[in-house]
């Protein structure tokens, strides 16, 4: 059984920094990208990085480029994302899937984790 479970988040003041973990079950790693998407309430699902398990590059939406990272950790089937200087308008609920490619929309990926709350306030 393919399980995604994230785990990180919580209450940051602005401009603080955090690293959300997604660690993965059931399937090898290596041979998907794992997708970072977020969603706050009444807006669309919207994706925020993705890390390519075949080649090792990440992706980062313009919103996040410049400020955030990644890594992942191939013993622990984990994937981190590292996000610095966090602003109000990064509240979200954090989600990771896993899917066969990078790829922007959300319906290109097969599985998905419940999701992990990040609030970003003073």
């Known amino acids: 059984e393919v399980q995604l479970v994230e785990s990180g988040g919580g209450l940051v003041q602005p401009g603080g920094s955090l690293r959300l973990s997604c660690a993965g079950s059931?399937?090898?790693?290596?041979?998907?990208?794992i997708g970072w998407f977020r969603q706050a309430p009444g807006k669309e699902r919207e994706g925020v990085s993705c890390?390519?398990?075949?080649?090792?590059?990440?992706y980062f939406a313009d919103s996040v480029k410049g400020r955030s990272s990644s890594s992942n950790d191939n013993v622990k089937n984990t994937v981190y994302l590292i996000m610095h200087s966090l602003k109000p308008e990064d509240t979200a609920v954090y989600y990771c899937?896993?899917?066969?490619?990078?790829?922007?929309?959300?319906?290109?990926?097969?599985?998905w984790g419940q999701g992990t709350q990040v609030t970003v306030s003073s």
């Open positions: 899937a896993a899917g066969h490619k990078c790829s922007r929309p959300p319906s290109e990926y097969d599985y």
């Open positions: 890390f390519s398990g075949s080649d090792g590059r990440s």
């Open positions: 059931g399937f090898t790693f290596g041979d998907y990208a």
